[in-house]
Structures are given as structure tokens and as C-alpha cells.
């Protein structure tokens, strides 16, 4: 019997060894956290669908934005959750609103963390859509009419730029669009520019997917569609070559970073997209791939630590520049202690 000259064991025999030739490295700087924001004072809520994911107010948001920023994550993005919700979700372009008084907050105390924020209608509409819808929406039985709708894309693209101006106003660094209108990276471009926010970045969720993962994300931030579904706007999960020309287009916009998601089904989303674009790349591990392990771990099913590192690091290894996380912190909290 011959046996082969190179083993690849040779490499891997001793955590020292595994590190050294470790082809992918997750690092804190790799991670954005996301938060929940709420009005009010004092209120840390937990959302049942999320463990250990809360919703804050902006004092305790503070806190909270201070201990991720003093772990070295080098950003963070913020959603707002509101209860004044109307048909054309004004108040999310308010400048009193929770969003634009947080990033105003967090700019005063740590000017130096990068606030990203979601511009989008969701939980700002009273029907919980992304957009203006083109129809009047009638009640029967105190409950929306469920047929007969459609977003009104290109109406719907003055009031993202509304909210992602006066997101800059309040001092974000980036805005990211997540509506998945046609047009809206440029025209939130224009309107950024025309106001003297040159600088401020736009990282688009070029390719977002109409995915079941996104449920407990709509619980913590209360919006849900009280009828019907997103799949008019955003993607179709069969699809990839449509994601590509998502992404050019964007790019052609003037998105400065893409995005994919969500991210654990969609790695192979993510690799097209880094083989055939020379921008940053943004993946989001959703509330859904969150809530899943966390569940499993809570029964004992699954090491929560060790499968952590293991989505996080395979959604790097596939080509992410850049990964939003809920578990950013705890994570950051884990390679700081090297106890990977
Ligand atoms: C808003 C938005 C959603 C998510 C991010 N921005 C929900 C949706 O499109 O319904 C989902 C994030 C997550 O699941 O963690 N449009």
C-alpha cells in the first residue's frame, strides 16, 4: 500500500495550526449590530420571538451603542418602532422621530461609530407595507380590504428620499434603503446630494429576497403587512442572475456598498455577487437564522457559541465584506477573549 506524500493533516493537528492556516478570519471589525429604537424612557423590551434581542429607548440605547462601541464593533444600525403609523408613513421623515433624535444622541456621545440607518416604510404605514399604496384601502369589518392593491414605486421613491435626508440631517453616516423600489438608490443619491450630504454613504439592500426569515424581525419592529405579501417588491428566492442585475443597477445608482440577504440560504447569492462586482459587500444573518439557533441552543440541541462562529465565518468565507449580525456583540464579546 502507497501512502500519499502530503497530508493535509500535517496543518491541521493543533488549534496554533488551525489558526495559522485558517483561510477565513472573523474579526469584530467585520460586524454592524443592529438595534431596535423606541419612544419613551427607560424601557428595555424583550421580543418574544428574539431572546435577548431588545427594543430600547434612547437612553438606554446609549448605553448599550457605548459598550458595542467600546468592543470594537465598528458600527451600527438602527430601526425605528413606532405606533404612529399612517397610510404614507410621514412620520418616519419627522425630525422628532425616534430614529433621527437616536442618531442625533449617539453622534453627540461617540461620534466616531458609524450610524447606519434603515430607510424604509414598514413600520411607519398603518397597512405595514414598504411603500405608498396607489389604491384607498377600505375597512370591512375594522379590518384592511386584503385584494385589489399595489405600491406605487416611483411615489413611494420621494418619500424614502424625505426619510434618508433627514436621516442625514440628524447626522447619519450611511442610509440604507431597504424598500426594494426601482430607482431608489438614485434617487436618494440626488436628493443627498442637492442638500450638501455628498459624503454620506448609501449601502443598499440590492438584493433582498421576499424570504420567511424575516418573521421575527417583524414582530420586534412591528411591521408586518396586514395584508398581503412583499413578493411584488421584493425577490423571488429562485433567483440569482436577477440579484446580479439588482446589484448593477445599484452600483450604476450610486450605491457605494451592496448588500445581500438574508445570508445563510443565499451564500451562493453572495459568492455570485463578490465574483462579479468590485464594491463592498454587505450580508444580513436576519432575525430568522437568529432565532433558529437560538432556539435550538435554548433546548440543548445546539453548542449556540460554536454554530455562531461557524454561520458567521461561512458567510465571510463566501464573500462578505461586511456582516449584520444581532449576535455582533456577543460575538465580539467571544473573539476579544480569543475563546474561539
Ligand atoms: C424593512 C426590513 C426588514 C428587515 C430589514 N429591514 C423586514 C422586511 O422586509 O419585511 C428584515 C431583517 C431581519 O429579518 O432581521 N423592510
Not at 428595555?44 to 429607548?57: A, G, T
Not at 422621530?97 to 414598514?122: F, G, L, S, Y
Not at 450605491?255 to 445570508?263: E, L, T, Y
Request: glycine share 4%; aromatic share 8%.
Amino acid at each position: 500500500m502507497k501512502f500519499p506524500k502530503y497530508r493535509l493533516r500535517r496543518l491541521r493537528r493543533t488549534e496554533n495550526f488551525r489558526k495559522l492556516f485558517s483561510e477565513t478570519k472573523l474579526s469584530v471589525s467585520d460586524l454592524i449590530m443592529p438595534y431596535f429604537v423606541v419612544g419613551g424612557k427607560n424601557i428595555k423590551q424583550p421580543i418574544k420571538s428574539m431572546p435577548d434581542i431588545f427594543r430600547y429607548s434612547i437612553d438606554k440605547l446609549l448605553k448599550e451603542v457605548k459598550e458595542t462601541h467600546n468592543l470594537g464593533i465598528p458600527a451600527v444600525l438602527l430601526f425605528g418602532v413606532t405606533e404612529k403609523k399612517d397610510r404614507i408613513g410621514s412620520y418616519a421623515y419627522n425630525k422628532n422621530d425616534i430614529v433621527q433624535k437616536a442618531i442625533r444622541t449617539i453622534k453627540k456621545e461617540i461620534p466616531d461609530i458609524v450610524v447606519i440607518t434603515d430607510v424604509c416604510m414598514c413600520s411607519y404605514t398603518s397597512h405595514g407595507h414598504c411603500g405608498i399604496l396607489k389604491h384607498n384601502l377600505k375597512k370591512t369589518n375594522n379590518k384592511l380590504r386584503t385584494t385589489n392593491y399595489e405600491i406605487d414605486n416611483d411615489a413611494t421613491l420621494d418619500t424614502l428620499s424625505k426619510i434618508a435626508l433627514s436621516h442625514a440631517l440628524a447626522g447619519a453616516d450611511i442610509v440604507a434603503p431597504s424598500a426594494m423600489m426601482d430607482g431608489q438608490v438614485q434617487a436618494i443619491r440626488e436628493t443627498l446630494d442637492k442638500n450638501g450630504f455628498k459624503d454620506v454613504a448609501i449601502l443598499s439592500y440590492s438584493a433582498k429576497y421576499a424570504s420567511n426569515f424575516y418573521g421575527p424581525f417583524r414582530e420586534a419592529a412591528d411591521s408586518s403587512p396586514k395584508f398581503g405579501d412583499r413578493k411584488s417588491y421584493q425577490m423571488n428566492f429562485s433567483n440569482v442572475k436577477e440579484a446580479l442585475r439588482e446589484v448593477e443597477q445599484d452600483i450604476n445608482e450610486g450605491a457605494d456598498i451592496v448588500m445581500v440577504k438574508p445570508a445563510l440560504s443565499y451564500l451562493d447569492v453572495i459568492r455570485d455577487v463578490k465574483e462579479n462586482f468590485n464594491i463592498p459587500l454587505a450580508a444580513y444573518n436576519v432575525s430568522g437564522e437568529y432565532s433558529m439557533v437560538k432556539a435550538s441552543s435554548e433546548k440543548g440541541w445546539l453548542n449556540e457559541k460554536k454554530v455562531v462562529l461557524e454561520i458567521l465565518t461561512s458567510i465571510k468565507r463566501a464573500g462578505a465584506d461586511i456582516i449584520i449580525s444581532y449576535w455582533a456583540k456577543e460575538v465580539a464579546k467571544w473573539l476579544i477573549c480569543n475563546s474561539v
